[in-house]
């Protein structure tokens, strides 16, 4: 399994950015996954923003820094995860990257599901930064 992430970029405060996560290896309509999107800023830790369940119907959580402002879906014919991202802050300025767990996922929660424990395939990152 191979994910790999674009879309990143500099942009003013307000501005948006759609990031895009294709992964290889597997077909998403082949197999339940559940697919997250994480964020690293200088200096600390991974913070899990937003995921998509299928074991739930594609259900989608999201934390509460991006909830409003950002909204994951997924395109199954291109085998691709996205992440539309509005009214950017500075503070959303990190590198972005999203991961995949294969398999059923129930009973978690939202604080489970964007643990960065949970997953086994991660992208290499895509760097994101928001001028104020």
């Known amino acids: 399994v191979q994910l790999v992430e674009s879309g990143g970029g500099l942009v003013q405060a307000g501005g948006s950015l759609r990031l895009s996560c294709t992964a290889s290896?597997?077909?998403?309509?082949?197999?339940?996954?559940?697919i997250a999107w994480f964020r690293q800023a200088p200096g600390k830790g991974s913070e899990g923003i937003a995921c998509?369940?299928?074991?739930?119907?594609?259900?989608?959580y999201y934390a509460d820094p991006v909830k409003g402002r950002f909204t994951i879906s997924s395109d199954d014919d291109k085998n691709t995860v996205y992440l539309e991202m509005t009214n950017l802050k500075p503070e959303d300025t990190a590198v972005y990257s999203c991961?995949?767990?294969?398999?059923?996922?129930?009973?978690?929660?939202?604080?489970?599901?964007?643990?960065?424990?949970?997953?086994?395939?991660w992208g290499q990152g895509t760097q994101v930064t928001v001028s104020s």
């Open positions: 290896g597997f077909r998403f309509d082949d197999i339940t996954y559940t």
């Open positions: 991961a995949a767990v294969l398999g059923i996922n129930l009973g978690v929660g939202r604080q489970g599901l964007l643990e960065p424990g949970r997953y086994r395939y």
């Open positions: 998509i369940n299928t074991s739930e119907g594609g259900r989608r």
